[in-house]
């Protein structure tokens, strides 16, 4: 801390919204001039930005002191209380001890829920699921049958877990459905946004492994397996049956071919497409990937192309002149 | 009018779909074959492109015209009437006069309602919620906590508005959550997609301005800022912290980063992802988003780089040639 | 069959899943080595990937092979009995024999429901649509008013049918809605996937063609024309009034722009824009989608750029060393 230690925050706001009450928060430089204007009563600031004349926190990295401030200064809404009458949970179905229902959920026979599990407003698990502890379902989520789900999962509104997968076989123009008998497992601590799409095994498993995290719109292919610890950001998609190593990213709206190997901590560019394996420690960019230096590299000449073409022009007339000369 | 300003019409109809009581529209040259076979009793039709020999109306805007017609051929619906006995408001929620909330929508305690608003059925408004009057959600609309929403919104089915942002501390490969704790702001007038998604402010308000109007599909980041009288078509996505001017454009499919400034009345054309700010005016296209003669430039040379190519390797030959003559 | 054809097999399983009384599938020769090493008791193998002293099932096309098995070994769930007493069927809705209607589903007045149809718990039909018989829609479906929707249709859970198309005049920089009064056809035999959108005809109808079937997160603009046949996968965008034929190909995350005609048989590569018409078979990719052979020889020389800039370079300095010869 530089500055007054016993300074009173009672919450945090944005470098623009922030009174004196208010924590702000500056982690990037593109920030500073902002937060030099700023009414914040005090920063939270990466280490390098100190601001002079500034009450400051300073910290390695501000994101981390954030989840750590966070929920001090907002404690976590006591969870909802028990099942709503207006849930409609099968007598075949077991729940753990504190699980909370909203209204107009349902739960169909042969589910467990762990304890402490809350499920939103109209959020629907079908026949035989497995959900584990301390997860939560926000309103609207659909849950297709078999499907196990670990503990402290997070899962926002409007998805849906364990879709059929796109599988036909054609004959003669006429797409013939391949039953889909497969299921999803989402291992624990991972967290789902908003109307993401997982879709079941078409024979075996869909997974998505612990501590993953996925953003909203995402479309998760059938029998896909995700390792651990991966972001995929918004509106990715991953084609059915490719295999994602541990910690790997996928920039917003990327996307993946099916039946591929992509290894561990890759970083995929946002807008790119994978069509080939990829090695560990990988980093790509472009349609079709490429290595991310070379990629730059070639955008950059492509931003150039209507002067290199101008370029080859002017060669040529040059060459044609020497030709000329050398003939006469 | 040129024609018949009698003739008695009682519908809109497609140009290959229309009777003779039908009006049907003619606003896009490409149009002209199918608008000269049509049956359509009368036609909407643009400056320039009068049809000879028809009962027809000609306007600036066929669009604005058609705006101003359907309303008088297909008076709204008179609105759902009152709260079905299968929503469940609860006592901590205060409605204006003449809301109406289908089968198993909920409101939570805390939430205002404005007069005269729709809730669809399946709906869930979560605590402290502000919704404006004269303002429609349709079935399975979620909106999280603290959401407001302003008068005359219309939101279509299956959206999600206040889902956590995407925010973490990745610590040893850990993705720890960053608790969020902001809200959305949806301005007056603005018309929102189905299945669209907008995240929370991590820390203070994602806002969406006064009369923008939302496609489909589309995800709007955490605390991303869009300004008013903005157009976002379907697919889009608009990365966190993000802040974009009044009257600006994102084409299907188009994407942008995270903490850029874009200006007002910029276009970015379908499918481009953004990646540096960008000024007032400004019309980009491509990944990443160049202006967009210099894009169209480019990729018309893209598409030629084979011819390109041999004709380097017919030059490389050319000069060889005349280095060897010049070497003798 | 090569090897035993009495074995007994009870479920089937991916190649590294698989144990002794399943059967396990090969199709693509990159599972090979997977194969070999499977601990399945049978093989369901492609024609020319035959195993040795392997008990096998060796068919032209594994897909329609597994098509065909899989409904013996998992027959599929009886289906859901009747109306629940808490789906909300208006008396002036029509219901064919043995329609089955989950918890909080709702269908308003003006309905007809084929016999055998499922509706799934939270699925909301509005006013006065006709939906065929043996039609199967998940839980939390959402469709708009006036919608048609054929026999043997299949819609996954979270998809809207019959939203509004994304269409304003605008006026002053005022985005007038042109109000949306026309409606959807989904034909027999299509399946929509999950989190799907597809609009309402503006004037007139959107239709997708008998034995279409769209995948996950895809989005159909208003008075969108997709004929029979059609593979429409993951999160494609089709903008409105484009027209398509049948058994078109569209791959993930392709889109095509508005008012376009796109032939039969044709096929889109994943990521790609079709701006222009394209003819019966053709085959594309890119952005904007070009010939499918001169888009990839057109990227393979985008990915050596960096080199042909520096072929260049090195052009130049030959001939000016030319040219400086010649003048001396």
Chains 1, 2, 3 share one sequence.
Not at 54 to 77: F, K, M, N, S, T
Not at 100 to 114: H, K, N, Q
Request: proline share 4%.
């Amino acid at each position: 801390v530089t500055g007054d230690a016993g300074r009173t925050i009672r919450g945090v706001a944005p470098l623009d919204e922030a009174g004196a009450s208010d924590l702000s928060i500056l982690a990037h430089p593109r920030y500073r001039k902002m937060a030099r204007e700023s009414s914040a009563g005090a920063l939270l600031v990466k280490e390098g930005f100190e601001m002079e004349g500034r009450d400051q926190i300073v910290v390695a990295d501000p994101h981390a002191g954030l989840a750590a401030i966070l929920p001090r200064l907002y404690p976590p809404r006591a969870p909802q209380c028990g099942v709503s009458p207006d849930a409609r949970i099968s007598p075949g179905a077991r729940l753990g001890a504190g699980v909370a229902a909203g209204p107009f959920a349902v739960v169909e026979s042969g589910c467990t829920i762990g304890a402490g599990t809350i499920l939103g407003a109209g959020s629907y698990i079908a026949e035989d699921c497995e959900i584990g502890g301390g997860t939560v379902l926000f309103p609207n989520v659909t849950v297709y049958e078999r499907s196990r789900i670990g503990d402290r999962v997070t899962i926002h509104a409007g998805t849906v877990i364990g879709s059929d997968g796109f599988g036909y076989a054609t004959q003669d123009g006429v797409h013939v459905k391949v039953p889909q008998v497969g299921a999803v497992v989402i291992e624990d601590d991972v967290e789902i946004g908003a109307s993401v799409t997982i879709d079941r095994g078409s024979i075996g498993m869909t997974r998505i492994g612990r501590g993953t995290k996925i953003d909203n719109l995402v479309q998760i292919g059938h029998n896909v397996q995700i390792g651990a610890g991966c972001l995929i950001v918004a509106q990715v998609g991953i084609s059915g049956s490719t295999r994602i190593g541990a910690g790997t990213i996928f920039a917003g709206q990327a996307g993946a071919a099916g039946h591929l190997r992509i290894g561990s901590r890759v970083t995929v560019a946002s807008k790119s497409a994978v069509y080939d394996d990829l090695e560990d420690g990988s980093f790509v960019a472009g349609i079709p990937a490429l290595d991310h230096r070379r990629w730059k590299r070639a955008q950059a000449a492509f931003a150039r192309l209507p002067e290199l073409q101008s370029q080859l022009r002017d060669l040529v007339a040059r060459l044609e002149a020497l030709e000329k000369g050398r003939t006469r």
